[in-house]
T-cell receptor, first 116, second 114 residues
Framework: QKEVEQNSGPLSVPEGAIASLNCTYS??????FFWYRQYSGKSPELIMF????GDKEDGRFTAQLNKASQYVSLLIRDSQPSDSATYLC????FGAGGTSYGKLTFGQGTILTVHP | GAVVSQHPSWVICKSGTSVKIECRSL??????MFWYRQFPKQSLMLMAT?????????EQGVEKDKFLINHASLTLSTLTVTSAHPEDSSFYIC??????????FGPGTRLLVL
């Protein structure tokens, strides 16, 4: 079983729709969870992180965490063509909220395409 | 925000040569840096943790004698791929943790070994 697993893609949504990206993780002791966006040929850029159960919203992005189910998701509202990228879920299996060790385990990524 | 740079951004070398990649934190100090490798259409895989003033910690399956890491100062870590071979061709990315949960990624170095 992979340590961090993302829903298989690619995912294609029309412009303006909601894109839903999912991620599960195997280590129940994981503390911090991250969503990164990676454009082709570029390094990842952080979208948001979450470490408490529930929802965390930032603009068009909402991260949801359910530690009991070992599940984290990212919703992108009003998707735009510029959101087309690979989305990487990452888990910090050693850190705790506010004291990140920084060692991340990444999922395999989900390719999102937003078509006009 | 904090910036991490990498040099070079891309490099092409002949098989058997060694290649050095630099990772610098430009406006903050980093006692720890991370080196990742990403093959085409795959995710980032952590190779090693670079520790200022001490030996690097390598992930399982990563040859420490092939991938030499030196954390020379609080702002510089280097990764040297020794005797590079075509299978080492990849996208190498470093990162440095910032405050709280933030981690800053460098822009990456694309290595092509002929």
């Amino acid at each position: 079983q992979k340590e961090v697993e993302q829903n298989s893609g690619p995912l294609s949504v029309p412009e303006g729709a909601i894109a839903s990206l999912n991620c599960t993780y195997s280590d129940r002791g994981s503390q911090s969870f991250f969503w990164y966006r990676q454009y082709s040929g570029k390094s990842p850029e952080l979208i948001m992180f979450i470490y408490s159960n529930g929802d965390k919203e930032d603009g068009r992005f909402t991260a949801q965490l359910n530690k009991a189910s070992q599940y984290v998701s990212l919703l992108i509202r009003d998707s735009q063509p510029s959101d087309s990228a690979t989305y990487l879920c990452a888990v910090n299996m050693f850190g705790a909220g506010g004291t990140s060790y920084g060692k991340l385990t990444f999922g395999q990524g989900t390719i999102l395409t937003v078509h006009p | 925000g904090a910036v991490v740079s990498q040099h070079p951004s891309w490099v092409i070398c002949k098989s058997g040569t060694s290649v050095k990649i630099e990772c610098r934190s430009l406006d903050f100090q980093a006692t720890t840096m991370f080196w990742y490798r990403q093959f085409p259409k795959q995710s980032l895989m952590l190779m090693a943790t670079s520790n200022e003033g001490s030996k690097a910690t390598y992930e399982q399956g990563v040859e420490k004698d092939k991938f030499l890491i030196n954390h020379a100062s609080l702002t510089l870590s280097t990764l040297t791929v020794t005797s590079a071979h075509p299978e080492d061709s990849s996208f190498y990315i470093c990162s440095a943790p910032g405050g709280g949960e933030t981690q800053y990624f460098g822009p990456g170095t694309r290595l092509l070994v002929l």
